[in-house]
């Protein structure tokens, strides 16, 4: 399957259920030279001999294509955060908090906005839900025409495909933290 290595996958699950690769075979409808072919990733199997590999292993269909992540790509350091800035629009910057985010299903953004502004100008809209919490500072966030005030510690659930800024009529900078959804994007 290219560089998709199910082989190891399948031996892990096969030893775990302590089977050998002939009664595997007897339980899969499959030949023994070809169980032992994918788990050498040397074979080229069908959705339908897939489907019944995992049916005898007992895992769902996906867990033979899920990618190894090593344990250190989990941890994203202070120093090697990616910032976000439009040389436009100085007044806002965004740290990307996300460990490997191209990996990731969310995305945590850490949104510092400088006094006297709001975010980007105008209005706000994408696909997926977000979440902000206001880390430092006190904040308005506008949906179309109804704005809020919210304080330190406040939350605020923005809706996919709404309407939305951020305003900060203060003479200081304020801190937001945003959980998004993949689909934000």
Do not use: C, W
Not at 39 to 50: H, Q, V
Not at 94 to 117: A, F, G, I, Q
């Amino acid at each position: 399957m290219g560089d998709m290595k199910i082989g190891k996958r399948i031996i892990e699950h096969r030893r775990a259920k302590s089977l050998t690769i002939r009664d595997f075979a007897e339980l899969t409808g499959l030949s023994s030279s070809l169980l032992s072919q994918l788990e050498r990733d040397m074979g080229n199997p069908t959705l339908s001999a897939l489907k019944s590999i995992s049916s005898v292993l007992g895992i769902p269909l996906s867990a033979l294509f899920i990618e190894e992540i090593d344990n250190e790509s989990l941890i994203l350091r202070k120093e090697d955060r990616k910032k976000i800035y439009n040389p436009d629009e100085k007044h806002i910057i965004y740290d990307v908090l996300t460990p490997n985010p191209l990996k990731s299903n969310v995305e945590l953004l850490l949104m510092n906005l400088k006094s006297n502004s709001e975010t980007y100008g105008g209005f706000s809209q994408h696909e997926g839900e977000e979440i902000a919490y206001v880390l430092e500072g006190e904040t308005y966030i506008e949906f179309q025409n109804e704005e809020f005030l919210l304080f330190e510690g406040d939350t605020v659930r923005i809706l996919s495909n709404r309407r939305h800024k951020f305003r900060n009529p203060t003479n200081k900078d304020i801190k937001v933290l945003f959980i998004k959804s993949k689909l934000a994007y």
